[in-house]
Structure formats: structure tokens, C-alpha cells
Nanobody, 115 residues
Framework: QVQLVESGGGLVQAGGSLRLSCVASGNIFRTESMGWSRQAPEKQREFVALILNSGNTNYADSMKGRFAISRDSAKNTVYLQMNSLKPEDTAVYYC?????????WGQGTQVTVSS
């Protein structure tokens, strides 16, 4: 089994910053990647960013330059640094991990950006 626990969400004013954290535990020996997606009210879940075991990263176009994903392998933790936040970034942010071609999701953390 794989467990993911997100933290770091909250309320922030437009232009502000937040850092999300996600700690993975369980059978994660064959982790291939970790990342983040988000889901705004009444919208589909969308990809935000991921980081591969190689350290290579990938971002959705709208997040490039504002968001940065990183990881601490020793702590089995992935981070999402979010800067220059906009009201349209308001969403529930979900951490995911891919282990042996299977994707697991966390329960999500709410990010609310006020104008």
C-alpha cells in the first residue's frame, strides 16, 4: 500500500506564495515519479507539475515560471513552491505518486487565493 499526506494549503492574497508538501509512505521502493494536480470548483482535475526519479521536471504551461516542484528523496517528500498566486489558482491540490506504473493520489489540500 501507498499513502500520501499533503500539507501547506491555506488562504493567501493574490501575489502571495505558498509551499505545499507531500509525504509518501508504504511500498514506494519502485517510485517512478511524483507530482501535483489540482481541481477547481466545477472543473476537471488538471495537471500541475511532476518530477521524475531522474530529477527532470515537467510543468503545465500556465504554471511555468511561477511554480517549482522539488523533492527530498531521503524524506520521501515532494514540494510545490507556488509564487505570484492568482485567484484562478484557487483549487484543491492533489499529490500523486507513480509506483510500478500505478498512480496513487493523496486526499488533497485546499488553496484559496483572494483578490
Amino acid at each position: 500500500q501507498v499513502q500520501l499526506v499533503e500539507s501547506g494549503g491555506g488562504l493567501v492574497q493574490a501575489g502571495g506564495s505558498l509551499r505545499l508538501s507531500c509525504v509518501a509512505s508504504g511500498n514506494i521502493f519502485r517510485t517512478e515519479s511524483m507530482g501535483w494536480s489540482r481541481q477547481a470548483p466545477e472543473k476537471q482535475r488538471e495537471f500541475v507539475a511532476l518530477i521524475l526519479n531522474s530529477g527532470n521536471t515537467n510543468y503545465a504551461d500556465s504554471m511555468k515560471g511561477r511554480f517549482a516542484i522539488s523533492r527530498d528523496s531521503a524524506k520521501n517528500t515532494v514540494y510545490l513552491q507556488m509564487n505570484s498566486l492568482k485567484p484562478e489558482d484557487t483549487a484543491v491540490y492533489y499529490c500523486f505518486i507513480v509506483v510500478s506504473d500505478r498512480q496513487y493520489w493523496g486526499q488533497g489540500t485546499q488553496v484559496t487565493v483572494s483578490s
